[in-house]
C-alpha cells in the first residue's frame, strides 16, 4: 500500500507517531519517494500528489509476476488502464487500474524492491477490502483478472464475500448499501492496519489531528475503526482479527 499526500512532511509526522513507523525518504531520481519501516522492514510507501486536484488517498497494490497480463486482463474483464505498466527503475514495475464500478487498484511486479515485508502485527497492514455497489460484478472481474475464488459470508447482516488466493483469504469484499453509504461516495479500496487496542489507536489519531470516522465498532474478528489523516486519507485500523 502507498500513500498519495498533499503534504508528505505532516503525514510522515501523523503515521511516525501512530504506528512507530520510521521513514526512509528515496533519493532525487525518486522525487522524494518515502518508505516506511517497522522494526526495519518495509510496510508502506507514501509520496506527492501527481496532479492537482487529486485528492490524499491510500492506494491498494496486489503483487504480480506479470504486470503487463494483468493490464491486458483487466481491459478484457471490463476494467480500465489508469497509467499503463512502466518501470520504477530497478525496483519493479507497476500500473494502476480502474475496476468496472470504478474503484482504483494497482500492482506491483517486484524487482530489487519486493514491497511490504511485514503483515499482521500492529502496525502492518492486516487486510484489504473493496467497498462496491456490484458485488456480482467484483467478483466476475478480480475472479478473471487475478485467478480468486470466493467464499461467501455476513458482516452486520449483510452479504459479505471474502477473496481467496491459493486456498489462503487476501482480500474482502463489502457491498455499499444501506444508510452508512452516501450516494456520491464512488466505490473504493480500503487498507486495515492492524493495532493492539482499537480504542486507544483511534484516541491517538485524533489527537494528533486525524478524523474519526467510524467509531470504534466490535464485529466477529475483532474490533475495527474507521479513520482519516489530517489530510484526508482514509485508512482502517483492526485489532484482533489473528
Not at 496532479?51 to 490524499?56: F, I, L, S
Not at 530497478?90 to 487500474?97: E, I, L, N, P, Y
Not at 482499537?198 to 489531528?209: Q, S, T
Request: aromatic share 12%.
Amino acid at each position: 500500500m502507498d500513500l498519495a499526500t498533499s503534504d508528505l512532511d505532516a503525514a510522515v509526522r501523523f503515521y511516525s507517531s501512530l504506528f512507530g513507523w520510521t521513514a526512509e525518504v528515496s533519493g532525487d531520481d525518486f522525487g522524494g519517494y518515502t518508505t516506511f519501516l517497522l522494526n526495519g522492514l518495509p510496510v508502506a510507501g507514501a509520496g506527492p500528489l501527481f496532479g492537482e486536484g487529486q485528492p490524499t488517498a491510500w492506494s491498494t497494490y496486489l503483487a504480480t509476476d506479470d504486470a503487463d497480463l494483468v493490464a491486458a486482463r483487466v481491459e478484457a474483464a471490463g476494467g480500465k488502464v489508469l497509467v499503463a505498466p512502466f518501470d520504477v527503475m530497478d525496483q519493479g514495475r507497476m500500473a494502476a487500474f480502474l475496476d468496472p464500478s470504478g474503484a482504483p487498484f494497482s500492482v506491483w511486479e517486484a524487482g530489487m524492491m519486493r514491497g511490504a515485508e511485514v503483515f499482521d502485527v500492529p502496525g502492518a497492514l492486516t487486510w484489504n477490502e473493496l467497498n462496491t455497489r456490484d458485488l456480482d460484478g467484483a467478483r466476475n472481474f478480480y475472479g478473471a483478472v487475478f485467478g480468486w475464488t470466493f467464499r461467501e459470508a455476513q458482516v452486520g447482516g449483510l452479504p459479505y464475500l471474502l477473496c481467496d488466493n491459493l486456498r489462503q483469504p487476501v482480500a474482502g469484499i463489502q457491498p455499499m448499501v444501506g444508510e452508512g453509504w452516501a450516494d456520491d461516495v464512488p466505490p473504493y479500496w480500503l487498507v486495515y492496519l492492524a493495532v493492539g487496542d482499537c480504542d486507544v489507536a483511534a484516541e491517538h489519531a485524533f489527537a494528533l489531528g486525524g478524523r474519526i470516522v467510524q467509531p470504534p465498532t466490535t464485529i466477529s474478528i475483532g474490533r475495527y475503526a474507521v479513520l482519516t489523516d489530517p489530510q484526508g486519507g482514509t485508512f482502517a485500523i483492526l485489532a484482533g482479527r489473528r
